[in-house]
């Protein structure tokens, strides 16, 4: 079952596999959760209902879409690699396909594919925390090093407050964080977890030396 998000945009919609749903045209992303893992926060924000083997923001629009190949920069290891710092949990959340868009201040024109950075100083704020799975406790207490990768498909320009929690799905920021100014949300497909590395971060995006793989 698809259920639709309310922004209109392209990176937009929220996918439910029923239990007993074996159809593979929608499993995108790491590997399907039993609803057993999923939150408490995270069964508020989506509802309760069938045992679902999956909850998760998704890149579609408002309209039937064709599902898109993994895109090349994802399967080369050879391109420059940039990485993107986020603190944790948030960058946890984004590698494992629970949070797709990551908002900033900030636009971007980059495209392609992001090593994911979790910062070395975590959030503390519970209501971010408590959107984690249990199995996912120990991964979101890794910091100060590279966990993941992802494509940045897109930067969307929040303008209103209306626009911005029509993609609270997506974000998993609640609409009170909207003040008035513009922010950016980058939108990211086919995340991905890579082996721990630590590595020093930055404020925006920044260069990464050492060769990570596109796959593991």
């Known amino acids: 079952m698809v259920a639709r998000c309310d922004c209109d ?114 959030d503390p704020r519970a209501d971010g925390w408590a959107m984690v799975p249990a199995e996912l406790h120990s991964a979101a207490k890794m910091n100060g090093g590279i966990i993941g990768s992802a494509h940045l498909s897109g930067c969307i320009a929040y303008r209103q407050k209306e626009r911005f929690g029509a993609d609270q799905r997506c974000h998993l920021n609640p609409p009170s964080w909207f003040d008035g100014s513009v922010l950016y949300g980058f939108s990211f497909t086919h995340p991905m977890v890579l082996p721990f590395r630590a590595y020093r971060g930055w404020m925006r995006f920044f260069p990464v030396t050492e060769e990570f793989p596109a796959t593991v």
């Open 9 to 122: 945009m392209e990176d937009c919609s929220i996918t439910m596999l029923d239990s007993a749903d074996t159809s593979p045209k929608l499993q995108r992303g790491p590997p399907l959760t039993p609803r057993g893992s999923i939150s408490r926060r995270a069964v508020a924000l989506f509802g309760q209902g069938p045992p679902y083997r999956f909850v998760k923001c998704l890149a579609a629009s408002n309209s039937v879409r064709q599902e898109t190949p993994m895109p090349d920069a994802l399967k080369s290891p050879q391109e420059p690699a940039f990485a993107l710092s986020i603190k944790q949990p948030w960058a946890t959340l984004l590698i494992h396909g629970l949070k797709t868009i990551e908002v900033r201040r900030w636009p971007t024109s980059r495209r392609g594919r992001v090593l994911i950075h979790a910062a070395r100083v975590p």
